[in-house]
């Protein structure tokens, strides 16, 4: 069984199933059994082997064959960094220590009106 690093798609473990499902089309069916044996053998993820086993069932039986490419050289699709601006996220919230200055409208340093 090959490690991580010599699987015939890069950052497999990464990938989401969409994606490979779209990369596995460009492999013999011996890349997809090594595949499916690191699969088994790590995550065993069921999702991820159903897809394996229908593909390599295609290539078997003749219904399908790898299409043109290398799976090694496509680009690896990561989610896009989160925004820095949302109200949920921690990092960007204002830090306000000062108590509220009660009976004294909008004079309170450091708030507005609507709370922020």
Known sequence: ?????????????????????????????????????????HANRLPVVQVLLRRLEALETGEASPSDGDPREVQVEHPPPPRGDSPGNPAQAQVNNQPLRHGVYQQTPNRDIRGR
């Open 1 to 41: 069984m090959a490690d991580r690093a010599q699987l015939p798609i890069p950052d497999y473990d990464h990938l989401s199933l969409e994606s490979l499902t779209h990369r596995i089309r460009m492999l013999p069916a011996e890349d997809l059994r090594e595949l499916l044996d690191y699969e088994r053998a």
